[in-house]
């Protein structure tokens, strides 16, 4: 059954939900989640794969060791190679879709 | 080198350009596509690839033969599997995030 997935809704199933994200919906051999950030993640990386980031609501920073940490606000995305050390960390609470391939880890190594 | 990618700059690109979508950004096998769509596409699948629409601005409708047309605002999104005919009309104009597995044509079969 093909739906719509409004993602207001799941954003109201997130809210105070640190770093808790939630499956969204599978496409091909990747799955969207969804996560609420509020503070800080912790340093680390997917050793396999690349993870996107795109800001639906809230201001994030991306701390990077070896460059400039990237700031998104919303509407604005980012990709992190695989291999590459990130800490995300939130300048206000924040609604971020995540991509990822489905059946990994993400929080990472 | 990791850089943030800033969708409304890339709006400004593609506004006015009836369903000929850009590439944004790759992230593992898949690619990130932006599309502006005003006015009906045509009638197609894909025969080996789920995609997947989040709407970016505007409104959408995706219509399907087997079962009720899916609409689409902004902030929600669907994935049409594999194999499922379907045809995009925008009811106003509207900037259409992709996510398909990258090297695949976009126009489907």
Chains 1, 2 share one sequence.
Request: aromatic content about 8%.
């Amino acid at each position: 059954m093909i739906s719509t997935i409004n993602l207001k809704s799941k954003m109201n199933e997130i809210r105070g939900k640190h770093c808790s994200p939630i499956d969204i919906v599978r496409v091909n051999d990747q799955i969207v989640r969804l996560s609420y950030v509020d503070g800080e993640f912790h340093w680390h990386k997917h050793t396999i794969h690349d993870e996107l980031f795109y800001i639906i609501k809230g201001k994030l920073v991306i701390q990077l060791k070896n460059q400039q940490d990237i700031t998104l606000s919303e509407g604005q995305m980012t990709v992190i190679p695989k291999g590459i050390e990130h800490c995300p960390k939130s300048l206000e609470p924040s609604y971020v879709l995540l991509f990822e391939p489905f059946g990994l880890l993400s929080h990472g190594d």
